[in-house]
């Protein structure tokens, strides 16, 4: 619908009208306005699947939803540093969500990963924001191309799930604009995603859904964003300062609570009426946009048998080979093995949360390898606890096998939305298992099931290790295609797998404190700080092993100098020189060699992947361009270059440089801050104990933000329950949530922690938002005083006040009387 009809429908619409059409009916569908010929539009969580729920609704992935197709999760999918791996996901995707009559994905989740510990890493793509751009890119291109928009989220700098509802992300601008916002930027520049998804989280005090600077100036006015802005579900807590911003859609409904508030603040001349239409029509755009059929006249019957094999195909693509000592892989099926391991035969496929797929078949490798001489041994029990018989057991059966497969990695108690790790090691029963069979074993082979880097303390025991990842539904098929030689890994790690915990920058300073978490670190984050200390890593980023080998030559640069144009093409040549057909992915850092601002040692820049025949040999072209030298210049607000000498770096991965060149620049910086000076810590990558004054200096403040509440503090509705646990109710209050909603959670997710650290993360005004008219503000009100112990009789008394009468308004809300 062109933009004068819309513009139309809004000047018919009522003030009540145009502020209900800003939240939701539900919790899955936009409100309708059925005089107006405004329909409801569904959306529903992705990012490897469709959670669309039908019954009972939630953004947790507790409660069933439709059976799908469950792909690879994120993490494999970077690995594979494919761009048509990613476009073909989101075409699947596409087709499957518009024969469910969706209007958006709400996927892909994109934020950078900080820290291996991040609950959800195993949904992100990467710690480098050049990949996850590219992925991201090609996967919304993919599925907008069949009728149904995206929502890429969580914008932005939502790197961790400990008090992600309330922490406040302290970063200073540069490193958000260089690692933090380019994947966002580079979809919405590239791919045009019809929404983005506001993040809970605080920035430099300011929370995401209420930052105009964040959701108006960078994401509309620097980057040119068309669609409109959702909130992730509850994360608004002040919806006309949020509208204002830049939001224009609240997730889920707040049974009117919120549309009210817009009504006052318009009436009362707070708003301007044209913010509010503005949104209308930013609203109605997508709305309509998914309702017009011809952009959905070539979806096919929606097929799951073909999607499994589709699926399979994809996790063999997303699969890294980390080890293969004495090219023990592919293996041969005449041989006898020994399958160890729970996970052999119920593999971990997926990871826990609002991406949980609820798919009507899983295949183990154990099953997909009939045609194999093996034995199976369970290796530990279904809750990772210490059981010397299995073990036992195990050892004397990889006794009697040439080789045995052991199938390890973390549980899905271990990482899941809502929680962060505490630490990197898989249970120790897992490790536990390795040595020992290892020990009996020369041949064993590891092959591991989880969403981010482990820590390996038996990495010199065994000779193979394949990182499986989470590999959706057919991940135990596309093992076996691996481990046998059907399928050539290609894939490479999206992320550094660190030595130990203490070696990642940020780990003196994540998860934060109780209100903030400090980016000390700076851009340091992943390889960059990795390669520019120089220090020892387990595996590399980039790195990932093939049954054949790759020979690089010819490096050519199509300039030696670049002045005014930063046009640089780089051209080599690639070889197959083993003798099976393979995959290789050549990737291509830049290194700015002496700077006055201060830079990591090099960047990724550039990745093709190509398929080469066994004698092959290609010719592989990467295009540079002036953000691929730049830096963002804070005294400009803007992306300008140094002049100066840059390094071209060809390699397999950043460990791994096969070819070099260098290009003399002329650039366009001229004021600079000298960063050897003002921030010599940031300057050498000594970044492990940065004093406040230096973070504060790259923060550009005079004093640093509170890091927790002062003693005593008074809870107020923008507190979450966790908040109120140094008064004497308060605590009470938390102790009957957290086993209230660890009962919910015993389901097929495996996890206690989720439900009842989100419930206690929650601030109390987005729980009376979430309550749609349960709880009201009388009853919100009266709790706080009651947590305070201020005047606790009458409080109390107001509280049941409020209970009794709540059925009463819930009634009236579900008639709309409240809001006529």
């Not at 400990?162 to 590239?190: A, H, L």
């Amino acid at each position: 619908m062109d933009k004068k009809k819309i513009k139309e429908i809004i000047s018919q619409m009522t003030l009540k009208e145009k502020a209900g059409l800003c939240s939701g009916k539900t919790f899955w569908l936009t409100k309708d306005v059925e005089r107006l010929g405004i329909p409801e539009m569904m959306v529903a969580d992705g990012p490897h699947g469709l959670r669309k729920q039908a019954d009972k609704s939630d953004h947790l992935g507790i409660n069933k939803s439709i059976e799908a197709t469950c792909f690879p999760t994120g993490v494999g999918v970077a690995a594979s540093f494919d761009r048509e791996l990613a476009r073909k996901l989101g075409e699947i995707l596409g087709y499957e969500a518009a024969a469910e009559d969706l209007g958006v994905v709400l996927g892909p989740a994109i934020n950078i990963k900080r820290s291996p510990l991040c609950g959800r890493n195993f949904e992100y793509l990467s710690e480098d924001p050049y990949l996850t751009g590219e992925i991201a890119t090609s996967y919304t291109q993919g599925l907008q191309s069949k009728g149904v928009g995206v929502s890429v989220k969580h914008f932005a700098v939502n790197s961790q799930e400990k008090f992600r509802m309330t922490i406040s992300e302290e970063v200073d601008e540069r490193t958000m604009r260089e690692i933090y916002f380019p994947g966002f930027e580079n979809t919405v520049k590239k791919a045009d995603p019809w929404t983005i998804m506001c993040a809970y989280n605080k920035i430099n005090g300011e929370y995401c859904s209420q930052n105009k600077w964040l959701l108006t100036d960078v994401l509309r006015k620097d980057w040119g964003f068309k669609g409109f802005v959702v909130s992730d579900w509850g994360a608004v807590l002040n919806r006309v300062e949020a509208l204002e911003a830049g939001l224009e859609l609240e997730m889920p409904t707040s049974g009117g609570r919120n549309d009210i508030k817009i009504v006052e603040a318009v009436e009362s001349g707070k708003l301007d009426e044209k913010v509010l239409d503005l949104a209308c029509e930013r609203l109605l755009t997508i709305v309509f946009r998914s309702l017009e059929k011809h952009s959905r006249t070539d979806i096919p019957v929606y097929d799951r048998d073909l999607d499994h094999k589709k699926a399979r195909a994809m996790a063999t693509e997303t699969m890294v080979l980390l080890k293969n000592e004495g090219d023990i892989l592919p293996l041969d099926k005449k041989k006898k093995y020994a399958f160890i391991g729970q996970f052999a035969k119920v593999p971990r496929y997926q990871g826990g949360g609002s991406s949980h797929i609820n798919t009507s078949r899983v295949v183990g490798a154990w099953d997909a390898a009939s045609d194999i001489d093996k034995v199976f041994a369970k290796g530990y029990r279904d809750d990772s606890k210490e059981d010397e018989k299995l073990i036992k057991e195990a050892v004397e059966i990889a006794k009697t096998v040439d080789i045995p497969i052991i199938f390890a990695g973390l549980p899905p108690y271990y990482e899941s939305e809502g929680f962060d790790r505490t630490h990197m090691d898989m249970p120790p029963v897992h490790n536990a298992l390795i040595s020992a069979v290892a020990a009996v074993n020369k041949n064993t082979v590891v092959v591991l099931h989880n969403g981010s880097p482990v820590t390996m303390p038996w990495v010199d025991e065994v000779p193979v290790i394949l990182e499986a990842y989470l590999g959706g539904e057919a991940v135990g098929e596309a093992t076996v295609d691996i481990l046998f030689g059907d399928a050539n890994p290609s894939a490479k790690l999206s992320e550094t797998f660190p030595i130990a915990l203490k070696d990642v920058a940020s780990s003196a300073y994540y998860p934060g404190y109780t209100r903030v978490v400090e980016h000390r670190e700076g851009l340091y984050v992943g390889y960059r700080y990795f390669d520019k200390k120089n220090l020892d890593v387990l595996f590399p980023f980039g790195h990932g092993l093939s049954y054949t080998k790759f020979e690089y030559s010819d490096l050519k640069l199509s300039s030696e100098k670049l002045d005014g144009d930063y046009s640089l093409t780089v051209k080599f040549k690639v070889k197959n020189v083993g003798d099976r057909a393979g995959k290789e992915v050549v990737q291509l850092y830049v290194k700015d060699i002496e700077s006055t601002v201060y830079r990591p040692e090099k960047e990724l820049k550039g990745f093709e992947k190509v398929s080469l025949k066994p004698g092959e040999e290609t010719f592989v072209e990467i295009g540079l361009d002036k953000r691929s030298f730049a830096f963002y210049n804070v005294l400009v607000s803007d992306w300008q270059v140094e002049s100066g000498d840059f390094e071209i770096l060809v390699g397999a991965s950043s460990r791994d440089i096969r070819l070099s060149g260098q290009v003399s620049v002329v650039g366009d910086a001229t004021e600079m801050t000298d960063d050897k000076k003002l921030i010599p810590s940031y300057y050498s990558g000594d970044v492990e104990d940065i004093s406040d004054k230096e973070f504060a200096t790259l923060l550009g403040r005079d004093e640093l933000s509170p890091r927790d509440y002062e003693e005593g503090y008074k809870v107020t509705k923008y507190n979450d329950l966790f908040d109120t646990q140094h008064t004497k109710w308060g605590k009470r209050i938390c102790k009957i949530v957290v086993k209230a909603a660890g009962g919910v959670s015993k389901d097929d997710l495996g996890s206690e922690d989720m439900s009842g650290k989100m419930a206690l993360q929650t601030p109390i005004e987005a729980m009376v938002n979430f309550a749609g008219g349960v709880l009201t503000n009388k009853s919100m009100n009266a709790l706080i005083d009651f947590i305070n112990g201020d005047k606790p009789f009458r409080a109390v008394m107001r509280l049941l006040g409020a209970l009794i009468i709540s059925p009463f308004t819930i009634r009236k809300f579900r008639k709309n009387e409240l809001f006529k």
